[in-house]
């Protein structure tokens, strides 16, 4: 379980690195066009885009441990991959935020590992929808759920995100599927010589 209170914690001192959230997704992107990519590789980027010159201790070792969960998840069988996400007890508004932070990331990491020129040629409709769907959760409006949140049946709305966050979660795993089909474990292994993948 990913603790996002800790991370968070770390990460506010650098306001250019929007949120842990954010970090994560744009770490998920690169991992889905790059399955090697190095940590060091990955801390670099997020320096570099932010311009950030000297960070603290505390903040590398919350960078190392969400790498070494963020990998772990991605590229086991798929169903240990930990969201960094607001708890529960979080309001609906934060973390309908961080859920769109961290789309708006994934999707600038995979930018920026060069994978959204490469998915125009080469992926099939479904795939190309999938990061249309996590662009538009990207763009989540959360001062109208603030609004509706005083109006409308709060449960439902707990629902809706709860569905959402599982969207996304399905989401990241096809999408690493689709672009790392050597890397990512089979649920369920089967001979070569049985089965043929189209």
Not at 51 to 58: I, N, W
Request: charged share 25%; with cysteine.
């Amino acid at each position: 379980m990913m603790d996002f209170q800790r991370l968070n914690e770390a990460v506010t001192p650098y306001p250019e690195l929007e949120s842990p959230s954010f970090l994560q997704g744009m770490l998920i992107g690169l991992l889905c066009v790059d399955s090697d990519i190095q940590e060091s590789v990955w801390i670099r980027r997020i320096l570099e885009e932010a311009q950030v010159k000297s960070v603290k201790e505390s903040f590398l070792i919350a960078l190392h441990e969400m790498f070494l969960e963020t990998n772990k998840g991605l590229n086991g069988s798929g169903f240990e991959l930990a969201l960094c996400l607001p708890d529960d007890g979080d309001s609906l508004v934060m973390r309908a935020a961080m859920l769109g932070q961290l789309c708006e990331g994934l999707i600038y990491g995979v930018g920026l590992g060069g994978g959204l020129n490469e998915m125009e040629k080469t992926l099939n409709e479904s795939v190309r929808e999938l990061i249309n769907d996590l662009s538009e959760i990207a763009r989540i409006d959360v001062s109208a759920l603030g609004e509706l949140e005083k109006e409308a049946d709060v449960e439902q709305i707990e629902q809706d995100l709860m569905e959402l966050s599982e969207f996304v979660k399905v989401g990241i795993l096809t999408l690493n599927e689709e672009l790392n089909p050597v890397d990512a474990a089979p649920i369920m292994s089967v001979p070569d010589s049985e089965y043929q993948l189209h």
